[in-house]
C-alpha cells in the first residue's frame, strides 16, 4: 500500500492564479481531510469529508474549495491563490468515524505564493 | 471550544536525557488524545494515542504519555533521548462532538536532542 500520496509536492504561484492539490489513499477510507500547517500554529483544518458524497468545512475554509471525486480521492482547490496561503498542506484519511482509529497522513505538499 | 496548549515550542535535551514535552487540552468531557511526530519534511506520524482505557499509554520508539484527568494533561516523555528523536512533537485532541473524528493540534513543541 502507498497509503496517503500527495501531488505536487512543491509549488510555486503567483497571486491570483488557481491550482488544485491532489490527494488520494489506497486504504479504503470512508474519511478524508485537508490541514494547512503554519509555523508555530500547529496544524488548522480546512475541509474534511465523513464519507464519499459528502463534505463540510472545518477551521479555515475560507479560499478553498474541495471536491471528494471518489473514495479514493479528494482534492483541494484554490480559486484565486493570496500570499496568505502559502503553506504546507497535508491531506489525511481516516478508516471510520466515531470510532478510535487514528488519522493517516500524507506527505505534504509546500505552496508558495509571491 | 476545544484547545490545546503546548508548553514550550522548543525543548532541548542531552542524549540520554529524559524527554519530557507538555500537552494540556481543555475539555469538559475526556476527549481522546493523540501524540504525532514530524521529521523534517515529512508528514505525521502517529506515536501513541489516549482513548479511554489505560491512563499510562506506551508508543513507538519507547515512549509513552500519561493521561491526567485533574490535570487535563496528557504529557510525553522518553527516559532517554536519542539523536533520531529530534522532531517537532504535535498533541492533538479529538472531541466527540460531531462524529467526524477532527483533530485539533497544539502548535508543536520542536526538540533538539544535543550530543
Known amino acids: 500500500n502507498a497509503g496517503v500520496t500527495q501531488t505536487p509536492k512543491f509549488q510555486v504561484l503567483k497571486t491570483g492564479q488557481s491550482m488544485t492539490l491532489q490527494c488520494a489513499q489506497d486504504m479504503n477510507h470512508n474519511s478524508m481531510y485537508w490541514y494547512r500547517q503554519d509555523p508555530g500554529m500547529g496544524l488548522r483544518l480546512i475541509y474534511y469529508s465523513a464519507s464519499e458524497g459528502t463534505t463540510d468545512k472545518g477551521e479555515v475554509p475560507n479560499g478553498y474549495n474541495v471536491s471528494r471525486l471518489n473514495k479514493r480521492e479528494f482534492s483541494l482547490r484554490l480559486e484565486s491563490a493570496a500570499p496568505s496561503q502559502t503553506s504546507v498542506y497535508f491531506c489525511?484519511?481516516?478508516?471510520?468515524?466515531?470510532?478510535?482509529?487514528?488519522?493517516?497522513f500524507g506527505p505534504g505538499t509546500r505552496l508558495t505564493v509571491l | 471550544a476545544q484547545s490545546v496548549t503546548q508548553l514550550g515550542s522548543h525543548v532541548s535535551v542531552s542524549e540520554g536525557a529524559l524527554v519530557l514535552l507538555r500537552c494540556n487540552y481543555s475539555s469538559s468531557v475526556p476527549p481522546y488524545l493523540f501524540w504525532y511526530v514530524q521529521y523534517p519534511n515529512q508528514g505525521l506520524q502517529l506515536l501513541l494515542k489516549?482513548?479511554?482505557?489505560?491512563?499510562l499509554v506506551k508508543g513507538i520508539n519507547g515512549f509513552e504519555a500519561e493521561f491526567k484527568k485533574s490535570e487535563t494533561s496528557f504529557h510525553l516523555t522518553k527516559p532517554s533521548a536519542h539523536m533520531s528523536d529530534a522532531a517537532e512533537y504535535f498533541c492533538?485532541?479529538?472531541?466527540?462532538?460531531?462524529?467526524?473524528?477532527?483533530?485539533?493540534f497544539g502548535a508543536g513543541t520542536r526538540l533538539a536532542v544535543h550530543p
Open positions: 492533538a485532541v479529538c472531541p466527540f462532538s460531531g462524529g467526524y473524528n477532527k483533530l485539533i
Open positions: 489525511a484519511s481516516l478508516p471510520r468515524t466515531g470510532g478510535t482509529d487514528t488519522q493517516y
Open positions: 489516549y482513548t479511554s482505557a489505560a491512563t
